[in-house]
């Protein structure tokens, strides 16, 4: 039986974990994406998301879409980049559990009791100390530094303080606990979360997933090593920043930035340059337009300092999202076929794995979800309730199309 257990390839032992992340995760956008049908026409009355229906969505999206897919993403990539074996599953499902139920305390928290908040978000600190545990160990146990370790560590380091900066204010919400300097914590929460946990990540697994996706022969560097520090340092001067009122800091960061995007921009289109594969990559050239655009919009809204807040609908609903779904559309079909054709005799008859899924088709319907959320963005920014909720529509409707496409690879 033993002997059994360690023919299963490591990203085959975990595939009811990973999936369950997925599958969490999926479910929580939907959710959050109708929900923000209704709640759009009060967000553009009080023009501002800093009230409980905009702190419901942006944890739905970030804490509980774009995470719990991320980190079943990343157990599986962890193991692939390093030929190893996850430091342990068992960890893994108690992780899932007490994520999964501080998340949901969390969100209801914002419109039942907000002291849910602080008991919800001890069982996420709960989950994310065995997430990072789990990950760490998996690092420690192989013994290797490369730049996919580099990048993952800062990232982690990122996501604890992003949870520890939101329990501080969850104990100001909840408790009346008076927070020093609330307006420094909430946005070094932002920071953290957004730019130093999630972008970070998108980063560092775009240098794996981008060439593998490809099928190219550039491979990452030593400049790999100063884009993840740059940026990272970048992040870090923003959320000093905050807390010391230094603007030159913050200018430098946003320096590091542009520079580090910059250099990643440059990098990916080497990826693209060197493309030896002829087959079709699907919905990963969207994912990979994205980056040279996301990079375009944030010189923009730094150079003219206005449309911050429309800007974070961009960065979550369309780079966070748009990436995420892309990288689904590889990663699940080739996570599922060697798990659905295990033997030489089910491979002979086996599909292809690109014809699992109508790459163009999926392709056309996840560029129809950022028109929506184009649509959206501009009714937030000229106050157009209507033009906003049609956006809103347009993109739920595409994303419950494209999800369903996804769902359609367990038919084989």
């Given at each position: 039986?033993?002997?059994?257990?360690?023919?299963?390839?490591?990203?085959?032992?975990?595939?009811?974990?990973?999936?369950?992340?997925?599958?969490?995760?999926?479910?929580?956008?939907?959710?959050?994406?109708?929900?923000?049908?209704?709640?759009?026409?009060?967000?553009?009355?009080?023009?501002?998301?800093?009230?409980?229906?905009?702190?419901?969505?942006?944890?739905?999206?970030?804490?509980g879409?774009?995470?719990?897919?991320?980190?079943?993403?990343s157990?599986?990539?962890?193991?692939?980049?390093?030929?190893?074996?996850?430091?342990?599953?068992?960890?893994?499902?108690?992780?899932?559990?007490?994520?999964?139920?501080?998340?949901?305390?969390?969100?209801?928290?914002?419109?039942?009791?907000?002291?849910l908040?602080?008991?919800?978000?001890?069982?996420?600190?709960?989950?994310?100390?065995?997430?990072?545990?789990?990950?760490?160990?998996?690092?420690?146990?192989?013994?290797?530094?490369?730049?996919f370790?580099?990048?993952?560590?800062?990232?982690?380091?990122?996501?604890?303080m992003?949870?520890?900066?939101?329990?501080?204010?969850?104990?100001?919400?909840?408790?009346?606990?008076?927070?020093?300097?609330?307006?420094?914590?909430?946005?070094s929460?932002?920071w953290?979360?957004?730019?130093?946990?999630?972008?970070?990540?998108?980063?560092?697994?775009?240098?794996?997933?981008?060439?593998?996706?490809?099928?190219?022969t550039?491979?990452v560097?030593?400049?790999?090593y100063?884009?993840?520090?740059?940026?990272h340092?970048?992040?870090?001067?923003?959320?000093?920043?905050?807390?010391?009122?230094?603007?030159?800091?913050?200018n430098?960061?946003?320096?590091?930035?542009?520079?580090?995007?910059?250099?990643?921009?440059?990098?990916?289109?080497?990826?693209?340059?060197?493309?030896?594969?002829?087959?079709?990559?699907?919905?990963?050239?969207?994912?990979?337009?994205?980056?040279?655009?996301?990079?375009?919009?944030?010189?923009?809204?730094n150079?003219?300092?206005?449309?911050?807040?429309e800007?974070?609908?961009?960065?979550?609903?369309?780079?966070?999202?748009?990436?995420i779904?892309?990288?689904?559309?590889?990663?699940?079909p080739?996570l599922?076929?060697?798990?659905?054709?295990?033997?030489?005799?089910?491979?002979?008859?086996?599909?292809?794995?690109?014809?699992?899924?109508?790459?163009?088709?999926?392709?056309?319907?996840?560029c129809?979800?950022?028109?929506g959320?184009?649509?959206?963005?501009?009714?937030?920014?000229?106050?157009?309730?209507?033009?906003?909720?049609?956006?809103?529509?347009?993109a739920?409707?595409?994303?419950?199309?494209?999800?369903?496409?996804?769902?359609?690879?367990?038919?084989?």
């Amino acid at each position: 039986m033993n002997t059994t257990k360690r023919k299963v390839p490591p990203h085959l032992h975990i595939l009811k974990l990973s999936f369950s992340f997925f599958a969490s995760g999926m479910l929580l956008f939907l959710i959050g994406m109708v929900a923000a049908i209704w709640f759009i026409p009060d967000l553009i009355q009080f023009e501002s998301f800093r009230n409980s229906m905009g702190w419901f969505l942006a944890h739905v999206f970030l804490l509980g879409w774009a995470t719990m897919v991320a980190m079943g993403a990343s157990y599986q990539i962890t193991q692939i980049v390093l030929v190893t074996s996850l430091y342990s599953r068992t960890i893994g499902y108690i992780h899932f559990f007490c994520y999964l139920v501080g998340f949901i305390g969390l969100v209801s928290g914002f419109f039942i009791n907000m002291k849910l908040i602080v008991l919800g978000g001890s069982f996420i600190v709960i989950g994310g100390f065995l997430y990072v545990f789990n990950l760490c160990m998996t690092f420690i146990r192989k013994r290797i530094w490369n730049v996919f370790v580099f990048g993952v560590t800062l990232s982690l380091t990122a996501f604890l303080m992003t949870i520890f900066l939101g329990i501080a204010m969850g104990l100001g919400y909840g408790y009346g606990v008076d927070v020093e300097k609330y307006e420094a914590v909430f946005k070094s929460h932002m920071w953290m979360g957004i730019a130093g946990w999630l972008s970070g990540l998108i980063i560092v697994y775009s240098f794996k997933l981008l060439p593998m996706f490809y099928v190219s022969t550039k491979k990452v560097t030593t400049s790999s090593y100063w884009i993840i520090g740059f940026y990272h340092i970048a992040v870090w001067l923003h959320v000093v920043s905050f807390w010391n009122s230094l603007n030159w800091l913050a200018n430098l960061g946003t320096f590091f930035i542009m520079g580090a995007i910059g250099w990643f921009v440059f990098y990916i289109f080497q990826v693209r340059k060197y493309r030896r594969g002829k087959l079709p990559i699907g919905t990963v050239r969207v994912a990979f337009y994205l980056i040279p655009i996301m990079y375009f919009l944030f010189l923009l809204s730094n150079i003219t300092d206005a449309f911050q807040e429309e800007f974070i609908i961009i960065l979550i609903l369309g780079w966070f999202s748009s990436s995420i779904l892309s990288y689904l559309y590889k990663i699940i079909p080739f996570l599922w076929w060697p798990y659905r054709y295990r033997t030489k005799e089910d491979r002979k008859t086996a599909v292809l794995l690109y014809e699992m899924l109508p790459g163009n088709r999926m392709t056309l319907e996840l560029c129809v979800y950022l028109l929506g959320i184009t649509v959206l963005v501009i009714g937030f920014v000229f106050k157009f309730t209507l033009v906003a909720v049609l956006g809103q529509i347009l993109a739920v409707s595409c994303v419950i199309i494209y999800i369903v496409e996804l769902l359609k690879v367990f038919r084989y």
